[in-house]
């Protein structure tokens, strides 16, 4: 049998830096009354959720992902000749092909790269991570830009009392590469498509062009809050289980940032020290889908709140319903 060679790369990888983008308009709960009947209070007390921001004119996906993909290469301060590949991972880039991410590496000067999309909603960075280390790890890329941007205001339903009041738009981007030590553990993912119900495009672009009209999100919110604050919490165990780290190792913890209430029920189960800093975006930016996880990342190291080495769980959860999480050393 003739002999392939095969790649090979460097024993371990790491987050090397990270950027994120906000859009510029805020709205605040008062804002949304107008649509659906409820209250600021109830949207507070029942999600933590104070304000979120939507993208204006002149801002979208791209715009928001080439600001969080710009800041993170110049923090890492890697040539951009040395990405090998760009992943972006999204649910709200609504032309089916092509991807977007050749175009945005494209824009960032990024000679040449691999460059692909990918869906795995609220749990889409945990699952680009997952790729990037590995292409590190096996030598298929020298470094991997991982971005996640998400504009769900433009599917939002504002007539929705499940979710009109959810979602925020926004972008994060890490750029990955070879390390001395090992800076990303072993994933935890998975997936059960038998609650593809849970969360859902509310029509196929087939029927929306026949009915002329545009799709929604639609959710299953007790559903998908009861998985969050079971199985999920599960999984949060497992990925430090799996990177040999117990809680009182642990500096940061950040969970996708889907409700208040999900990510203490997760605190109680995972019963994490209080000197642990816990990221609660969610408050000012609602739910980002993919993008909340390094955006979160973000405003926890510029806020001087989480420090740059200091070990990190992150998990992520969402429409499939699918989920990932690892433990991280912060960049
Ligand atoms: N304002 C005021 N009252 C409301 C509203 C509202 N917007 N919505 C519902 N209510 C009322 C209901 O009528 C109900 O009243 P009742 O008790 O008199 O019947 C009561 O509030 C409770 O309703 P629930 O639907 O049980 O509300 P819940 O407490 O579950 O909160 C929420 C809803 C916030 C959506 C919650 O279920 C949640 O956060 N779910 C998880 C969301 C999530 O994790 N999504 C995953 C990621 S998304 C992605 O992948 C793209």
Known sequence: MTEIKASTGPRYARILSVGSATPSRVIDNEYLLQFIDSSDEWITQRTGIRERRWIDEGESIETLSLEAARTAIERSGVPVDQIDAVILSTISHYHQTPALAPKLADALGIPDAAAYDISAACAGFSYGLAQAEGMVRSGQARHVLVIAGETI??????????????????????????????????????????????????????????????????????????????????????????????????????????????????????????????????????????????????????????????????IGFGAGLVYAGQVITLP
């Open 153 to 314: 205001s433009e599917i939002t339903d504002l007539t929705d009392r499940g979710t009109a009041f959810l979602f925020g738009d926004g972008a994060g981007a890490v750029v990955v590469g070879p390390s001395e030590t090992n800076g990303i553990g072993p994933v935890v993912w998975g997936s059960d498509g038998s609650q593809s119900g849970a969360i859902w495009q509310t029509k196929g672009w087939q029927e929306a062009v026949a009915e002329g009209t545009w799709p929604r999100l639609g959710m299953d919110g007790r559903a998908v809050f009861k998985w969050a604050t079971s199985f999920i919490a599960q999984a949060a165990k497992k990925a430090m289980d799996e990177a040999g780290i117990t809680p009182d190792q642990l500096d940061v913890f950040i969970p996708h940032q889907a409700n208040d209430r999900i990510t203490d029920t997760l605190l109680r189960y995972l019963k994490l020290p209080e000197s642990v800093v816990v990221a609660r975006t969610i408050r000012q930016l609602g739910n980002n889908s993919a993008a909340t996880i390094p955006m979160a990342m973000d405003a926890l190291l510029s806020s001087g709140e989480a420090k740059s080495g200091q070990t990190a769980l992150i």
